[in-house]
């Protein structure tokens, strides 16, 4: 890696700047035709499909041991509709950052990861209003929950920025 960027292992030019943020834009059960069906929405915070299903966008943060900054990624988790509905109700208000972690799944699939990453369990710490929440890992063995753990290397910051610009799995 250089000041201006690193040199990528795919295809041997150096690329800008080395992103440590990703954000995907849907939960992974979302497509154009859940789109269609009553009581499906997908906004930039909250998704919901066909009244019955409930998901909230989050952050999982991994430290990065051998920098200054850590990687973030954008991720969805499903809620139980009392949940929902709570952080909802709690939406704007300054205390809700004082509320308790509510279970969650994992709903979306992060490229980079041999096993798959849908349907981790989860708990979703609220943040203050215009933060995004944190999400916590259940601490089992599957590499995600290790390196939000253990935290990871700009190398591995790397690999994700040569997944995201060969589009083998985009983050």
Avoid at 132 to 145: K, M, N, S, V, Y
Avoid at 155 to 168: G, P, Y
């Amino acid at each position: 890696m250089t000041a201006l960027g690193f040199s990528c292992s795919c295809c041997g030019e150096v690329h800008e700047g080395l992103p440590f943020a990703y954000s995907m834009p849907a939960p992974v059960y979302w497509s154009e035709e859940v789109a269609g069906l009553p009581g499906s929405f997908l906004a930039g915070e909250q998704c919901v499909i066909g009244d019955e299903h409930h998901f909230v966008r989050g952050r999982i943060v991994l430290p990065v041991r051998d920098a200054d900054e850590d990687l973030e990624w954008g991720v969805w988790v499903s809620l139980s509709p009392v949940n929902y509905q709570r952080m909802i109700d709690v939406f704007d208000d300054p205390a809700r950052a004082a509320e308790p972690p509510y279970f969650g799944w994992l709903s979306t699939a992060l490229p980079g990861y041999a096993y798959p990453t849908v349907n981790l369990k989860t708990r979703l710490h609220t943040q203050e209003p215009g933060v995004r929440p944190l999400i916590e890992l259940e601490p089992t063995g599957h590499p995600l929950a290790v390196e939000q753990r253990e935290g990871i290397t700009v190398a591995r910051v790397q690999e994700f920025a040569e997944i995201a610009l060969h589009q083998r799995g985009t983050p």
